[in-house]
């Protein structure tokens, strides 16, 4: 229900080949990284298996159904982004149903769905408050909550933790693998912090220049990275 199929993907700027050709194979339940320098590409990629750019070349399989020409909505794959974007006029609560009642979904499914959600994220006595009588790491879980209540088929995550200070990174890296494992969803996540990729990661993806580099568990890059690039970017000790 959260596979992920990616065939000789491309993406053209302009005059600017940002993405080459990617060929890539994300599986059910899997916590897939994306890691690699700034402007190397992450974003975009994330944003193409979205559907918030299209593709200029190539595939965008989700559980063996092409969706290369399908809008946003129609993927059944929530982004999450970063918490300041919650709106600040609204309750915790309006925030996480946010999507639902843009959805049409009646009320009594909409507060279930918003209690549950709740309860997996410990915000569950913060439902009346506003995103500024929050914590930084409590709005990120707002945030994480909204795409929750859409029962993804996969979450994907573009540097959430990425304005957040680094005790509060630790805190909320464990947070988000133990989500995953309650919810066993596939997730997939954009990140430059190697510590991220390495502690998070059932599978990373180095890219460079819009490039996979490499594809293998932490453990994989760490023993054996394939060139230098790899192994500086991972910190291993080639
Ligand atoms: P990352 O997330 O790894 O930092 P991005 O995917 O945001 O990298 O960007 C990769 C490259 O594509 C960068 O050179 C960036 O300037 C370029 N780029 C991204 N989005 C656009 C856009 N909408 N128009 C033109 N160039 C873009
Ligand atoms: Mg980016």
Redesign the pocket.
Known sequence: MGRITLKNVSKTFGEAKVIPSIDLEINDGEFVVFVGP?GCG??TLLRLIAGLEDVSGGQILIDGKDYTNNAPAERGLAMVFQSYALYPHMTVRNNIAFPLKMAKMDKAAIDKKVTDAARVLNLTDYLERRPSQLSGGQRQRVAIGRAIVREPSAFLF??PLSNLDAALRGTMRLEITDLHHQLKTTMVY?T?DQIEAMTMADKIVVLNRGNIEQVGSPLELYRSPRNLFVAGFIGSPK
């Open positions: 700034s992450k974003s573009d540097e954009v430059h």
